[in-house]
């Protein structure tokens, strides 16, 4: 299934607007109805509405959306608000986004010892940054950040930091967190039912004010975004797009983040402005997916909400764009991989072509059966080619994209891709496919039914492009009545000669600068005080919920099929999605062939079916496969509608066991295999997270460095290759299965179809990877071209004990757990050395493995000393805050209580349960050992397991930006070459 960037998007169709209407009289389905509920709260529902959602309207103006899903003990929330980067005045971009940020500093009720003190001292400092505004000279405006940074340091001695994540947490919300886009702010939190009242009280105290409190720290923070926007050449191309795109148009003219020099002359008075006028409840959604009551909801929110003042609201002027009447060509520099991006402007969402928009776009790429999946990804004349909507209320953009091939141009990328375009404005398209696509979207859909998140989320999209919801849910209505024709007429009047393409190429970058970050003083954090209001919220009792633990014998079933193969059971009582997986419990480790192996069934057909063909049938059955070689595991998987199992598994089966070889389709997977590793080579996320982790965490010999060297690949046989194919299922295996069908028939359908022989071969003992000692610490580093330095820090602990797990969970909960946490506060509001910053002590959960101490910081480069001095001291010198720890004790405790695993995640736990070498549950140990445990049992825990350890670390960076002197402080410096990290130039041992 294919992803989208945006939440799915609902389908325009007709609505009908109409007065509640007797019980016994009929409505149409997608019809709008109002009715009133229980309390005399007026609403409107859409008939056979799949979510059954209730939309309110409080005589403020508020909009609440709400959904009944009682999976789970918890409510997934959105507050929405319609103002995002398009709003910012021209002269002060970034202001949506900075506001984002601040609504986390409380009020002045929450986040302040002495409210009246503070106030005096942040309105100076409001002043101070408008005269700094105004200020040119480089010397006077240093010396005044100096005195800035002077009264912002007495202001904080009033500030408490963190008290919103502190409520939060202690309610046992997960998910903490906002986002800004160009039409939207959103503010997101995940929380246990019982807890909504007050959730409430804490959300509507939140949106009462704005108080920009400990500003400058924070201004560090979105400096340090800013950077590593500058540093992602994706990012940068994707700004090259819009700006080209839309010259006349916010979505062009300005970024969401913000312009430098705006981001240097931060206007305090204009952010309190930019909150006044559009954070009123006139303009502001709660959307709200979970275990809720209707009835009793709204008066809540109504208790709570309903007194917030509606004003009046300056209805959004949208600035019309003039359609581009010829090509844009554009390129972009940078160390990341070459690329291309095309991006045809289309219209907003609520343009009444959208379902067509989408359904052009599904054509061009499904990830299965459209134009580029099969004329480009699967005959390999492209690497990773895409299409996607760029969505937006104003305007959207087609949005095509492809890497070359080893000798290949940019200017053929292009070519192909947009040759594709032109089949659609020809109809080169089969007629099945439209009805294909229509099927792949009720999937879709029924799956997110399944994810409060997606179904609050969807509330989130209607609101913030005002769509009505009918119009948005009733998506198959339209897109069935589509045709060819329709789809051909749609291309052929946006597919023109009008198009941007931005050419990625590789080398030095296009934009040098950067944020530099001013001087200033370690703010006070106050962690051991609390606010009168966080004390109520935390003191108020909720009614309790009680954990629900899994009991393996009862809540799945374990039985097997013919040659006694286990199969693993859970029933999908909810809809008619299935998922059924064979697993193999060795995978690339003990035969690094078998990853290239599966990569090539992809490619391959059958006797009497194409490759192409085999991809059609499966997309026409409403049906995926999916065959992936981890480093430990094998897993082969279908997934898809019942309604279609036994022929999807039938011909799935036939593929494993009947692929033929195909030479010409190898050497294409060779040469695109080497040319992909070269592109790892030149991102960053690769070389750290992918490959220098790895390196540091187990040396030379480590899991990421197993793999065939290019010499190996350009030799493999494909007739060895299709063999693995045909007989990995020979070996020992297991099956999980979730879905709607009994066990009965699962089983008798297995044995039909399931090909094995009589006896299957026993696996081999499993290859193990030793964690590289720290006793002699090593530095290893990576030069890489960018802005920002990033840095993991690894320590080799003792072997897993599951014994500790408690103490695990709330060490990492009090230390590295979120934004409440010792580590994000003092790293990043107090000292403000990181914008990303992480610790976690890492329990491997699988017997006899030894666990890690991770650490992660992303820094300005000029930072870098500061920031792992600063990391070092914290995890060695934890400080002890009692209000730290019970409200991290607390958010153990009621996520635990809140918790359930469910569904397709019941097989999931089982297997991990096994690994620890346990056949219970054992949270119910975690749960029962927390309640008693206190502050000194987990710094006990700190001082025995983490204490003094030494580290092996990996660093990337700019090499002029990288001190020798501080790097050595902390071991042996030991550059990495790229040839080292992957080891793709070195034959492995077979």
């Given at each position: 299934?294919?992803?989208?960037?945006?939440?799915?998007?609902?389908?325009?169709?007709?609505?009908?607007?109409?007065?509640?209407?007797?019980?016994?009289?009929?409505?149409?389905?997608?019809?709008?109805?109002?009715?009133?509920?229980?309390?005399?709260?007026?609403?409107?529902?859409?008939?056979?509405?799949?979510?059954?959602?209730?939309?309110?309207?409080?005589?403020?103006?508020?909009?609440?959306?709400?959904?009944?899903?009682?999976?789970?003990?918890?409510i997934?929330?959105?507050i929405?608000?319609?103002?995002?980067?398009?709003?910012?005045?021209?002269?002060?971009?970034?202001?949506?986004?900075?506001?984002?940020?601040?609504?986390?500093?409380?009020?002045?009720?929450?986040?302040?010892?002495?409210?009246?003190?503070?106030?005096?001292?942040?309105?100076?400092?409001?002043?101070?940054?408008?005269?700094?505004r105004?200020?040119?000279?480089?010397?006077?405006?240093?010396?005044?950040?100096?005195?800035?940074?002077?009264?912002?340091?007495?202001?904080?001695?009033?500030?408490?930091?963190?008290?919103?994540?502190?409520?939060?947490?202690?309610?046992?919300?997960?998910?903490?967190?906002?986002?800004?886009?160009?039409?939207?702010?959103?503010?997101?939190?995940?929380?246990?039912?019982?807890?909504?009242?007050?959730?409430?009280?804490?959300?509507?105290?939140?949106?009462?004010?704005?108080?920009?409190?400990?500003?400058?720290?924070?201004?560090?923070?979105?400096?340090?975004?800013?950077?590593?926007?500058?540093d992602?050449?994706?990012?940068?191309v994707?700004?090259?797009?819009?700006?080209?795109?839309?010259?006349?148009?916010?979505?062009?003219?300005?970024?969401?983040?913000g312009?430098?020099?705006?981001?240097?002359?931060?206007?305090?008075t204009k952010?309190?402005?930019?909150?006044?006028?559009?954070?009123?409840?006139?303009?502001?959604?709660?959307?709200?997916?979970?275990?809720?009551?209707?009835?009793?909801?709204?008066?809540?929110?109504?208790?709570?909400?309903?007194?917030?003042?509606?004003?009046?609201?300056?209805?959004?002027?949208?600035?019309?764009?003039?359609?581009?009447?010829?090509?844009?060509?554009k390129?972009?520099?940078?160390?990341?991989?070459?690329?291309?991006?095309?991006?045809?402007?289309?219209?907003?969402?609520?343009?009444?072509?959208?379902?067509?928009?989408?359904?052009?776009?599904?054509?061009?790429?499904?990830?299965?059966?459209?134009?580029?999946?099969?004329?480009?990804?699967?005959?390999?004349?492209?690497?990773?080619?895409?299409?996607?909507?760029?969505?937006?209320?104003?305007?959207?953009?087609?949005?095509?994209?492809?890497?070359?091939?080893?000798?290949?141009?940019?200017?053929?990328?292009?070519?192909?891709?947009?040759?594709?375009?032109?089949?659609?404005?020809?109809?080169?398209?089969?007629?099945?496919?439209?009805?294909?696509i229509?099927?792949?979207?009720?999937?879709?859909?029924?799956?997110?039914?399944?994810?409060?998140?997606?179904r609050a989320?969807?509330?989130?999209?209607?609101?913030?492009?005002?769509?009505?919801?009918?119009?948005?849910?009733?998506?198959?209505?339209?897109?069935?009545?589509?045709?060819?024709?329709?789809?051909?007429?749609?291309?052929?009047?946006?597919?023109?000669?009008?198009?941007?393409?931005?050419?990625?190429?590789?080398?030095?970058k296009?934009?040098?600068?950067?944020?530099?970050?001013?001087?200033?003083?370690?703010?006070?954090?106050?962690?051991?005080?609390?606010?009168?209001?966080?004390?109520?919220i935390?003191?108020?009792?909720?009614?309790?919920?009680?954990?629900?633990?899994?009991?393996?014998?009862?809540?799945?079933?374990?039985?097997?099929?013919?040659?006694?193969?286990?199969?693993?059971?859970?029933?999908?009582?909810?809809?008619?999605?299935f998922?059924?997986?064979?697993?193999?419990?060795?995978?690339?480790?003990?035969?690094?062939?078998?990853?290239?192996?599966?990569?090539?069934?992809?490619?391959?057909?059958?006797?009497?079916?194409?490759?192409?063909e085999v991809?059609?049938?499966?997309?026409?059955?409403?049906?995926?496969?999916?065959?992936?070689?981890?480093?430990?595991?094998?897993?082969?998987?279908?997934?898809?509608?019942?309604d279609?199992?036994?022929?999807?598994?039938?011909?799935?089966?036939?593929?494993?066991?009947?692929?033929?070889?195909?030479?010409?389709?190898?050497?294409?997977?060779?040469?695109?295999?080497?040319?992909?590793?070269?592109?790892?080579?030149?991102?960053?996320?690769?070389?750290?997270?992918?490959?220098?982790?790895?390196?540091?965490?187990?040396?030379?010999?480590?899991?990421?460095?197993?793999?065939?060297?290019?010499?190996?690949?350009?030799?493999?046989?494909?007739?060895?290759l299709?063999?693995?194919?045909?007989?990995?299922?020979?070996?020992?295996h297991?099956?999980?299965?979730?879905?709607?069908?009994?066990?009965?028939?699962?089983?008798?359908?297995?044995?039909?179809?399931?090909q094995?022989?009589?006896?299957?071969?026993?696996?081999?003992?499993?290859?193990?990877?030793?964690?590289?000692?720290?006793?002699?610490?090593?530095?290893?580093?990576?030069?890489?071209?960018?802005?920002?330095?990033?840095?993991?820090?690894i320590?080799?602990?003792?072997?897993?004990?599951?014994?500790?797990?408690?103490?695990?969970?709330?060490f990492?909960?009090?230390f590295?757990?979120?934004?409440?946490?010792?580590?994000?506060?003092?790293?990043?509001?107090?000292?403000?050395?990181?914008?990303?910053v992480w610790?976690?002590?890492?329990?491997?959960?699988?017997?006899?493995?030894?666990?890690?101490?991770?650490?992660?910081?992303?820094?300005?480069?000029?930072?870098?000393?500061?920031?792992?001095?600063?990391?070092?001291?914290?995890?060695?010198?934890?400080?002890?805050?009692?209000?730290?720890?019970?409200?991290?004790?607390?958010?153990?405790?009621?996520?635990?209580?809140?918790?359930?695993?469910?569904?397709?995640?019941?097989?999931?736990?089982?297997?991990?349960?096994?690994?620890?070498?346990?056949?219970?549950?054992?949270?119910?140990?975690?749960?029962?050992?927390?309640?008693?445990?206190?502050?000194?049992?987990?710094?006990?825990?700190?001082?025995?397991?983490?204490?003094?350890?030494?580290?092996?670390?990996?660093?990337?960076?700019k090499?002029?930006?990288l001190?020798?002197?501080?790097?050595?402080?902390?071991?042996?410096?030991?550059?990495?070459?790229?040839?080292?990290?992957?080891g793709?130039?070195?034959?492995?041992?077979?």
């Amino acid at each position: 299934m294919k992803n989208y960037i945006n939440l799915l998007l609902g389908l325009l169709a007709v609505v009908v607007m109409s007065c509640a209407k007797p019980a016994d009289q009929e409505q149409a389905a997608f019809t709008t109805v109002s009715a009133t509920d229980s309390n005399g709260y007026t609403y409107e529902y859409v008939v056979d509405d799949p979510l059954k959602a209730r939309i309110y309207t409080l005589d403020n103006g508020l909009k609440v959306y709400l959904s009944q899903y009682q999976a789970k003990p918890r409510i997934q929330t959105y507050i929405a608000v319609k103002a995002g980067g398009k709003y910012d005045p021209a002269d002060a971009t970034g202001l949506a986004h900075y506001l984002e940020h601040m609504m986390f500093k409380g009020t002045s009720k929450f986040g302040t010892a002495d409210w009246a003190k503070e106030k005096v001292l942040l309105d100076s400092i409001e002043a101070m940054f408008e005269h700094y505004r105004t200020l040119e000279d480089e010397a006077a405006r240093k010396a005044y950040y100096a005195k800035i940074d002077e009264v912002s340091l007495e202001a904080s001695k009033y500030a408490i930091a963190n008290e919103y994540d502190k409520m939060l947490g202690a309610l046992g919300a997960s998910g903490t967190n906002a986002y800004t886009t160009e039409d939207r702010t959103v503010y997101v939190n995940d929380i246990p039912t019982n807890e909504l009242d007050k959730w409430l009280d804490v959300e509507s105290e939140r949106f009462s004010m704005i108080v920009n409190r400990l500003f400058h720290t924070e201004l560090e923070a979105v400096y340090e975004e800013k950077n590593r926007s500058l540093d992602n050449d994706g990012w940068q191309v994707y700004e090259t797009l819009a700006s080209t795109m839309f010259p006349d148009h916010k979505y062009g003219t300005q970024t969401v983040i913000g312009t430098i020099d705006h981001l240097k002359n931060p206007s305090i008075t204009k952010i309190r402005e930019y909150f006044a006028k559009y954070y009123i409840p006139n303009n502001v959604a709660i959307c709200l997916s979970g275990d809720l009551n209707y009835d009793a909801t709204i008066k809540k929110i109504d208790q709570y909400f309903g007194k917030w003042e509606q004003k009046p609201l300056e209805p959004y002027k949208m600035q019309e764009s003039a359609p581009l009447t010829s090509v844009q060509e554009k390129t972009v520099t940078g160390p990341e991989a070459a690329n291309v991006t095309i991006g045809f402007k289309l219209p907003g969402q609520m343009s009444e072509e959208r379902v067509l928009a989408k359904l052009c776009d599904m054509i061009l790429s499904n990830s299965s059966a459209g134009l580029i999946d099969l004329n480009l990804k699967q005959s390999q004349k492209v690497l990773n080619p895409y299409s996607y909507i760029n969505s937006g209320n104003d305007y959207s953009a087609q949005v095509l994209g492809g890497m070359p091939r080893e000798g290949q141009t940019l200017a053929e990328v292009k070519d192909l891709l947009l040759a594709q375009v032109e089949k659609i404005k020809k109809g080169e398209f089969e007629d099945w496919l439209i009805e294909a696509i229509v099927n792949d979207f009720r999937k879709m859909s029924i799956s997110q039914q399944e994810s409060n998140s997606a179904r609050a989320g969807m509330f989130v999209t209607a609101f913030t492009n005002d769509i009505p919801w009918a119009d948005f849910i009733d998506d198959n209505t339209q897109m069935k009545a589509y045709t060819k024709q329709d789809v051909m007429d749609f291309a052929n009047k946006y597919f023109k000669d009008n198009y941007v393409v931005v050419y990625k190429e590789v080398g030095e970058k296009s934009n040098k600068v950067k944020v530099e970050k001013p001087q200033i003083t370690q703010v006070e954090l106050n962690r051991e005080k609390a606010s009168e209001f966080l004390t109520r919220i935390n003191e108020t009792p909720a009614a309790p919920l009680q954990p629900v633990f899994l009991d393996f014998s009862k809540d799945l079933t374990i039985t097997a099929i013919k040659q006694d193969i286990p199969l693993w059971y859970k029933v999908n009582d909810e809809n008619e999605l299935f998922n059924l997986t064979y697993q193999i419990d060795r995978g690339s480790n003990n035969d690094p062939m078998m990853s290239q192996a599966v990569n090539y069934l992809s490619y391959l057909g059958t006797e009497d079916l194409t490759a192409e063909e085999v991809k059609k049938e499966f997309y026409k059955l409403g049906c995926d496969y999916s065959v992936y070689a981890g480093d430990r595991k094998v897993y082969v998987s279908l997934s898809g509608l019942d309604d279609n199992f036994e022929p999807a598994l039938e011909l799935f089966e036939k593929l494993l066991k009947n692929a033929k070889a195909d030479e010409e389709a190898l050497v294409k997977m060779v040469d695109g295999v080497m040319k992909q590793r070269d592109n790892q080579k030149k991102n960053k996320n690769a070389l750290l997270f992918g490959g220098l982790r790895a390196y540091a965490t187990y040396g030379p010999d480590s899991p990421t460095r197993h793999n065939l060297s290019n010499n190996q690949l350009k030799a493999l046989d494909p007739a060895v290759l299709v063999d693995k194919v045909h007989h990995m299922l020979d070996k020992e295996h297991k099956v999980e299965y979730y879905g709607p069908r009994s066990v009965e028939d699962l089983t008798k359908v297995l044995n039909q179809y399931h090909q094995v022989p009589e006896a299957l071969v026993a696996l081999e003992e499993e290859k193990e990877f030793k964690v590289l000692p720290a006793d002699q610490p090593t530095v290893f580093w990576v030069d890489y071209d960018m802005r920002q330095s990033e840095v993991i820090m690894i320590a080799p602990l003792d072997i897993y004990d599951p014994k500790q797990a408690a103490a695990v969970t709330l060490f990492n909960e009090y230390f590295g757990g979120g934004m409440s946490s010792i580590v994000f506060t003092t790293m990043r509001e107090s000292k403000a050395l990181a914008y990303s910053v992480w610790s976690a002590y890492t329990a491997r959960d699988e017997k006899g493995k030894r666990d890690l101490m991770f650490a992660y910081i992303g820094t300005q480069a000029d930072k870098l000393s500061d920031a792992m001095e600063g990391m070092t001291d914290l995890i060695n010198n934890p400080p002890k805050v009692d209000k730290n720890f019970e409200a991290a004790k607390v958010a153990v405790l009621k996520s635990l209580e809140s918790e359930r695993i469910i569904k397709a995640g019941v097989l999931g736990a089982y297997e991990s349960a096994l690994r620890k070498g346990l056949d219970y549950d054992q949270r119910k140990e975690i749960y029962e050992a927390v309640k008693t445990m206190t502050l000194e049992d987990v710094i006990k825990f700190q001082e025995e397991k983490i204490k003094g350890k030494t580290y092996n670390i990996a660093v990337i960076g700019k090499k002029e930006n990288l001190d020798p002197k501080v790097l050595s402080k902390y071991g042996k410096v030991k550059e990495v070459k790229l040839e080292e990290i992957f080891g793709f130039e070195e034959d492995l041992a077979l």
